[in-house]
T-cell receptor, first 116, second 112 residues
Framework: ETGVTQSPTHLIKTRGQQVTLRCSSQ?????VSWYQQALGQGPQFIFQ?????ENGRGNFPPRFSGLQFPNYSSELNVNALELDDSALYLC???WGRGTGRIYEQYFGPGTRLTVT | KQEVTQIPAALSVPEGENLVLNCSFT??????LQWFRQDPGKGLTSLLL?????REQTSGRLNASLDKSSGRSTLYIAASQPGDSATYLC???????????FGAGTQVVVTP
């Protein structure tokens, strides 16, 4: 079974641009969560997708948006990039039940985004 | 609003010494608590998960305790090794969907 993968590994963008980050969940997992980790801080929850629907969102502006595809892979899109968006973006996948329970989450290696 | 604090922020110990890492949280209504390890620039590796009904979990040299009523968890690493050098993060969830609230981490250096 393959683990959680993320692409690209590193990315440099200019302020005002748009970026798309990708996450392939572990085989059999239907839930993906995205986190932003600024340097020296713990990860902050951005949003979660369960079976292609958004299932909760953290305190991030609407320019942070996401998608989950039928194969349960996911994208994180950020519009109008700001310098403070520079961070490590992590995704985590798990298997969730419709009754509202997920099992252990597995994190990907992250995408390092630098905004200049 | 749940807040998670980890003390100390950094720790340096000689090889062989036991490590004690602390995590506190403000809202005791947690679903579970999890400890992670993060190597520089890398993703997170799960170490131990403690469900809210449990008081401790053990795996090899690692032991984590949970005291919900006082809002505290402690991670013990016995007989530290240089390979234990990393940042250790604790995270809590308040529902079964696993939306983590993380602390800022404790950066550990184990010197040979």
């Amino acid at each position: 079974e393959t683990g959680v993968t993320q692409s690209p590994t590193h990315l440099i963008k200019t302020r005002g641009q748009q970026v798309t980050l990708r996450c392939s969940s572990q085989s059999g997992h239907n839930t993906v969560s995205w986190y932003q980790q600024a340097l020296g801080q713990g990860p902050q929850f951005i949003f979660q997708y369960y079976r292609e629907e958004e299932n909760g969102r953290g305190n991030f502006p609407p320019r942070f948006s996401g998608l989950q595809f039928p194969n349960y892979s996911s994208e994180l899109n950020v519009n109008a990039l700001e310098l403070d968006d520079s961070a490590l973006y992590l995704c985590a996948s798990s298997w969730g039940r419709g009754t509202g329970r997920i099992y252990e989450q597995y994190f990907g290696p992250g995408t390092r985004l630098t905004v200049t | 609003k749940q807040e998670v604090t980890q003390i100390p922020a950094a720790l340096s110990v000689p090889e062989g010494e036991n490590l004690v890492l602390n995590c506190s949280f403000t809202d005791s209504a947690i679903y579970n608590l999890q400890w992670f390890r993060q190597d520089p620039g890398k993703g997170l590796t799960s170490l131990l998960l403690i469900q809210s009904s449990q008081r401790e979990q053990t795996s090899g040299r690692l032991n984590a305790s949970l005291d919900k009523s006082s809002g505290r968890s402690t991670l013990y690493i016995a007989a530290s090794q240089p390979g234990d050098s990393a940042t250790y993060l604790c995270a809590v969830t308040t529902d079964s969907w696993g939306k983590f609230q993380f602390g800022a981490g404790t950066q550990v250096v184990v010197t040979p």
